[in-house]
């Protein structure tokens, strides 16, 4: 069993649409595969519809949050149900936000001299979550720089960088709650990943474990093979679950779909949780 519980589609901040985005994990031999998309359920339908056979869906999403020491961080959520008013209504909040804020930054760059336009980012961003990433590709397309990941430097979008712009984040304890009270299963993504900023402590850790939290995200990318031990021994101590995914964004980001994978028995933990919309199968 293949299971990849973290992706992102043209929903938010990923290269292919939902319904390419389950063709291309069932190729890329999955079995179980999670859509998570930045704080939407919007390519929950068109992911489900195209949904091909001997491919399991994971609903999900990921959440952009804050923690007590101001620190920002994401909160995967995993089967809670998507019309549930409470967290629906904070999601709506912060991809509202995400609008306001990503036409800032755009300012900004300008300002900085970069020659990319509103109209572009909301053409590059479409349907989707608007995210540093679609300003990341109006920058790049524009020559400012190289790439997209070239555009999270102190220069551009970087946290804290000279173009960037805070979003409304839920409290972290907040989210865990709003998830799990929808029926849904939450999981820490990329806790240790400090090339993105500053990371939470073990003792955010330990308040989110008393709220609710389910795992943690300990095989990902931006975490090195000390931080997954590391991450390892304090989800066994605190009774979490310990995953693993690609957190694949399409041609954004150089990880392919299933480079990191979740064992069996921590995803049957998940499924086991989850009450709020079920496993989805063709
Ligand atoms: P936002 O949610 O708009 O603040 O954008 C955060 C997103 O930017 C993350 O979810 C990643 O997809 C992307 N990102 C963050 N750091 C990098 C990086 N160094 N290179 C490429 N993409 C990044
Ligand atoms: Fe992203
Ligand atoms: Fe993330
Ligand atoms: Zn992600």
Redesign the pocket.
């Known amino acids: 069993m293949r299971i990849d519980l973290h992706t ?1 589609s043209t929903a938010s ?1 990923g290269t292919d649409s939902p319904a390419a985005l389950v063709r291309i994990a069932r190729d890329a031999g999955l079995d179980v595969v999670a859509l998570t998309d ?1 704080d939407t359920t919007g390519g929950w339908a068109e992911a489900a519809d195209a949904l091909p056979a001997d491919l399991t869906l994971v609903r999900g999403a990921e959440i ?1 949050c804050i923690d007590g020491d101001g620190i920002s961080l994401h909160m995967l959520g995993y089967l809670f149900d998507d019309a549930e008013p409470e967290f629906a209504r904070e999601r709506e909040l912060v991809r509202t936000d ?1 609008v306001r804020r990503a036409r800032a930054m755009v300012e900004r760059c300008i300002e900085l001299g970069a020659p990319i336009t509103w109209e572009r980012v909301q053409e590059i961003a479409g349907d989707g979550a608007v ?3 679609h300003v ?1 590709t109006a920058l790049a397309e524009a020559g400012v720089v190289a790439d ?2 070239d555009a ?1 430097t102190p220069e551009w979008l970087k946290d804290g960088g000279r173009a960037f712009v805070d ?1 409304y984040e839920i409290t972290a304890v907040h989210a865990v709650r709003l998830i799990r009270a929808a029926g849904g299963v939450p999981v820490f993504a990329h806790p240790a990943a400090s ?2 900023g500053r990371t939470v402590s073990d003792a955010t850790i330990e308040e989110l474990a008393e709220a609710g939290l389910a795992g943690l995200e300990v095989d990902h990318l931006d975490h090195d093979d000390e931080t997954r031990a590391r991450l390892r021994d304090l989800a066994r101590g605190l009774g979490l679950v310990a995953t693993g995914s690609s957190d694949y ?1 399409g041609s ?2 150089i990880i392919g779909i299933g480079q990191f994978t979740t064992d069996p028995e921590a995803f049957a933990a998940i499924a086991e949780q989850g009450r709020g919309v079920p496993l989805l199968r063709a």
């Open positions: 992102h901040d930045h952009s995400r995210g540093r990433p990341a997209v990941s999270f979003k090339k993105r964004h954004r980001k």
